[in-house]
């Protein structure tokens, strides 16, 4: 299975605003310029995190993004079937279009949902802040981006 590059991205940012201070904002720019994104692609994925809860937007001139829960309480398994919903591994997941002849004796769409399942209970089993465990070293790697960046 592969992410898309909006659920990649949708993770990225997480990981960068969980490294930041508390309360620091960051903006979309900084974000894309660290991870050479388009701000267009960042700002969808900012305003989707932002619908759903993860962030806060601010906007104006001092304006910005951070956390809005705490990296505990962010869980990566969520995040990801937020971005990727439906997820149709194969033509029969998708019963509105699946055309597949040999549907109705097939195994395979069972065995495609036991390892989707054993997939999402890996994800379920993790936080944003499992995820920042080596916070120090994103920061200097961050810190460093900018530094190099003036």
Do not use: W
């Not at 194969?90 to 097939?106: G, M, Y």
């Amino acid at each position: 299975m592969q992410l898309t590059s909006f659920t990649d991205y949708t993770l990225r940012v997480l990981i960068y605003l969980g490294t930041q201070p508390e309360g620091k904002q960051s903006n979309i720019k900084e974000i894309a310029n660290f991870y050479n994104i388009s701000n267009n692609h960042l700002s969808k994925v900012v305003y989707e995190l932002g619908k759903l809860g993860f962030i806060e937007t601010i906007r104006g001139r001092n304006g910005g993004i951070k956390l809005s829960q705490n990296p505990t309480t962010i869980n990566v398994g969520s995040i990801v079937r937020h971005t990727e919903s439906p997820i149709h591994l194969v033509e029969c997941f998708d019963e509105t279009r699946n055309t597949c002849k040999i549907s109705p004796a097939c195994r395979l769409k069972g065995v495609l949902n036991e390892a989707l399942e054993a997939y999402f209970k890996v994800l379920d089993s993790y936080t944003l802040e499992d995820l920042l465990v080596n916070k120090d070293a994103l920061k200097e790697l961050i810190f460093m981006t900018k530094t190099e960046n003036g």
